[in-house]
């Protein structure tokens, strides 16, 4: 499977963007997704999952309330809706694939298909 993360930007403090991840070479049926983050200078840090039937759905707590992680099983998309956006919000957003049952975000980092970032940037 391959994973094409789009969407980023510049935008100003309290912004919104919606970050798209296309998938390829598989359904994304198969999967369950998440987003990861990483900001310069700091570790990679967990954002949003989801389970293959959307049953699960998880936040880093810092996002929750602003940020809404979605699928669209029939284009082969991944979603990350990007509201309220705060220049802490600064990253290079990555999408992530795990054919793992309820993966947890250990998991997704660990044994996870990536794929290439996409730059969001908020200025203050």
């Known amino acids: 499977v391959q994973l094409q993360a789009s969407g980023g930007g510049l935008v100003p403090a309290g912004g919104s963007l919606r970050l798209s991840c296309a998938v390829s070479?598989?359904?994304?049926?198969?999967?369950?997704m998440a987003w990861f983050r990483q900001a310069p200078g700091k570790e990679r840090e967990f954002v949003a999952r989801l389970g293959k039937s959307g049953g699960i759905i998880d936040y880093v707590d810092s996002v929750k309330g602003r940020f809404t992680i979605s699928r669209d099983n029939d284009k082969n998309m991944v979603y990350l809706q990007m509201n309220g956006l705060q220049p802490e919000d600064t990253a290079v957003y990555y999408c992530?694939?795990?054919?793992?049952?309820?993966?947890?975000?250990?998991?997704?980092?660990?044994?996870?298909?990536w794929g290439q970032g996409t730059l969001v940037t908020v200025s203050s």
């Open positions: 070479g598989r359904s994304v049926s198969h999967y369950s």
């Open positions: 992530v694939a795990s054919s793992i049952a309820g993966p947890t975000a250990v998991q997704f980092e660990r044994f996870g298909r």
